[in-house]
C-alpha cells in the first residue's frame, strides 16, 4: 500500500471514530480512564490519546509526532470491531490456528517472524533489555519469552529461540484464540508486526529482511 493510501485509510477511520460511542466500549473493554475530554488510550506501553473533538490520535509525551498506520488502526480497530461483550480465554495459539486469520500465516511468517528472528540472532540480552524497557512480562518459555499488552485488554506473546551451529533463530508470536473478539484479524497481523517493530527501535536495532 503507497503512504498515500495509508493516510486515505487513517482518515476513513477517524471519521468512522467520531461516531463510536467510547463510553460503551470503555466500559465493555475494561479500558481506564474514561471521561468527558479526551480519551486515554495505552498501546504497547505507551500512552496515547483520542480527540473528543476531531478523533485524531496522538501520542501524550510527543503530541507532534505523526503517527504510524499500525498504531491508528490498531485503537480505531479496538472499538469499532470489538464484540458486544470480550472475553479473553487465556489460551494462546499461533496465528496459523486463529479463526479467519490462516490464509495470512505463510505471508505473517514471511514479513515479520523470520524478520524477527533474524534481527536478534546472537542478541537475545538486546532483545531481553527492549523488552523489559517497554515494560513486557517475562515469561519462562524459550530464551526470551515475554507478555506484551498490545491494550489492557489484548495480551500477545512472543517466544524467542537464539540460533546454534545447527539451527538458526527461531521466533514466534502467539494470540489469545479470542483476540478477534476485540479486533479483526486482519488487525491481529499488524499489531504483531508493530510488536517486531517496537522491539527492534527500543534495541536500537535495523529490522532486518
Known amino acids: 500500500m503507497e503512504l498515500d493510501n495509508y493516510k486515505k485509510v487513517c482518515e476513513y477511520w477517524r471519521l ?3 461516531e463510536f460511542d467510547y463510553e460503551e466500549r470503555y466500559a465493555a473493554l475494561g479500558l481506564p480512564g474514561y471521561n468527558q475530554n479526551n480519551l486515554p488510550i495505552t498501546y504497547f506501553g505507551v500512552d496515547y490519546e483520542i480527540n473528543r473533538t476531531d478523533a485524531s490520535i496522538s501520542r501524550v509525551d510527543k503530541p507532534e509526532e505523526a503517527l504510524d498506520f499500525y498504531t491508528q488502526s490498531a ?3 479496538l472499538f469499532y470491531f470489538s464484540k458486544e461483550e470480550p472475553k479473553n480465554s487465556g489460551n494462546f495459539i499461533p496465528l496459523h490456528e486463529l479463526r479467519g486469520a490462516a490464509p495470512f500465516s505463510p505471508a505473517f511468517k514471511k514479513s515479520t517472524l523470520t524478520p524477527f528472528a533474524k534481527t536478534f540472532e546472537g542478541k537475545t540480552q538486546q532483545l531481553i533489555a527492549a523488552a523489559e524497557n517497554l515494560g513486557f512480562e517475562r515469561l519462562p518459555n524459550s530464551d526470551a519469552g515475554f507478555q506484551a499488552m498490545a491494550f489492557v485488554c489484548v495480551p500477545i506473546r512472543f517466544l524467542f529461540w537464539d540460533g546454534d551451529d545447527e539451527l538458526p533463530a527461531q521466533a514466534t508470536i502467539l494470540f489469545d484464540e479470542k483476540i478477534t473478539d476485540f479486533t479483526h484479524e486482519e488487525t491481529v497481523i499488524g499489531m504483531g508486526s508493530d510488536l517486531v517493530n517496537r522491539l527492534c527501535d527500543a ?5 532486518l529482511v
Open 75 to 77: 485503537i480505531y480497530h
Open 16 to 18: 468512522k471514530a467520531l
Open 203 to 207: 534495541a536500537g536495532l535495523k529490522r
